[in-house]
């Protein structure tokens, strides 16, 4: 398997722009979560997804993120418009079930100008 | 509600030294706990789990209990490489979720 897919590893964008980050989670894991990590707030919870179904989307910062999961096979998180206090590194993991560990995919480095 | 904490690093270690970090945990029920591991400019990968109270996680050297009447989980490994440089992250899920509640992370630095 070739784990989570996550593109673009590398993004950079001005202020306003809309950006794309997009997930392919490993098969048959139903759960799929979106993470942002930054040196100032560690790895957060964005939202997560159980059968292409949004459960929590609480750590959304706010109305400018959205996420959609059309099918078990493709996730996408979406920011629009961005601004520089967006700038982090997006990860999103993948997992079977509720207590089994998660698979991360390889991050895509977000930076706002 | 349900909470993380980690030694803060950076931790330097020489090359064969032994290794501890500490990470203790608030939780209601019985939660399940992880250790992740983050290379420089890769994603997380899970190092090792526990599921019970007593339970010991182990993987590529490292070690780790699950301690309920300390509400501990702390990282060991007895000859630390170079190679064992990265971030450490200790996490729990709680059996009433499925989200992973992940401490600040521990980067460990070894010198040759």
């Known amino acids: 398997d070739a784990g989570v897919i996550q593109s673009p590893r590398h993004e950079v964008t001005e202020m306003g722009q809309e950006v794309t980050l997009r997930c392919k989670p490993i098969?048959?894991?139903?759960?799929l979560f979106w993470y942002r990590q930054t040196m100032m707030r560690g790895l957060e919870l964005l939202i997560y997804?159980?059968?292409?179904?949004?459960?929590?989307d609480s750590g959304m910062p706010e109305d400018r993120f959205s996420a959609k999961m059309p099918n078990a096979s493709f996730s996408t998180l979406k920011i629009q418009p961005s601004e520089p206090r967006d700038s982090a590194v997006y990860f999103c993991?993948?997992?079977?079930?509720?207590?089994?560990?998660?698979?991360f995919g390889s991050g895509t480095r977000l930076t706002v100008v | 509600g349900d909470s993380v904490t980690q030694m803060e690093g950076p931790v330097t270690l020489s090359e064969e030294a032994f290794l501890t970090i500490n990470c203790t945990y608030t939780?209601?029920?019985?939660?399940?706990l992880f250790w992740y591991v983050q290379y420089p400019g890769e994603g997380l990968q899970l190092l090792l789990k526990?599921?019970?109270?007593?339970d010991k996680g182990s993987n590529k050297g490292f070690e780790a209990t699950y301690r309920k009447e300390t509400t501990s989980f702390h990282l060991e490994k007895g000859s630390v490489q170079v190679s064992d440089s990265a971030v450490y992250f200790c996490?729990?899920?709680?059996?009433?979720?499925?989200?992973?509640?992940f401490g600040g992370g521990t980067r460990l630095m070894v010198k040759p």
């Open positions: 993991a993948s997992s079977p079930d509720r207590v089994g560990g998660y698979t």
């Open positions: 098969s048959g894991h139903d759960y």
């Open positions: 997804f159980n059968n292409n179904v949004p459960i929590d």
């Open positions: 939780a209601t029920g019985y939660p399940s």
């Open positions: 526990a599921t019970k109270a007593d």
């Open positions: 996490a729990l899920t709680n059996n009433a979720g499925n989200m992973l509640t």
